[in-house]
């Protein structure tokens, strides 16, 4: 009776299908660009991290770890941004654009509140 019960249950709930499984990497990440050149971050970001997760050592990775982060900041989400940045140069630090990234820290970091002196003082 217990397995007919939990069946129902699964039956009733919504699975939702990933359209995205058997995309390429390359058409991951054509897909996440487009999301970010209409402004959609939270898609871009989603696209972003199924590609860093699926192909990690594609020649996509690095530059979606990069991208993923300039969504975080364009979304308003400063400490995963920072996040992201501080993985990344953990994981490259010589990469050439490890200076891009340390700006888009800076910016994540300058955009951050303070705490309670700065909504009195601004």
């Excluded at 009776?1 to 390359?26: H, K, N, P, Y």
């Excluded at 300039?70 to 995963?80: F, S, V």
Aim: net charge negative; hydrophobic share 40%; glycine share 4%.
């Amino acid at each position: 009776m217990a397995a007919a019960l939990l069946g129902s249950l699964t039956a009733c709930g919504v699975i939702e299908e990933d359209i995205t499984q058997d995309w390429s990497a390359d058409r991951l990440y054509q897909e996440a660009r487009a999301a970010a050149d209409d402004s959609d971050w939270t898609r871009a970001q989603d696209y972003y991290l199924k590609l860093e997760s699926r192909f990690p050592f594609g020649r996509y990775a690095q530059q979606a770890q990069i991208e993923s982060a300039y969504a975080y900041w364009r979304d308003g989400e400063a400490d995963l941004c920072i996040q992201a940045c501080d993985r990344f140069l953990k994981q490259y630090p010589n990469h050439h654009n490890s200076d891009y990234v340390l700006y888009l820290k800076a910016l994540a970091t300058l955009n951050q509140s303070q705490g309670i002196f700065s909504d009195w003082f601004k």
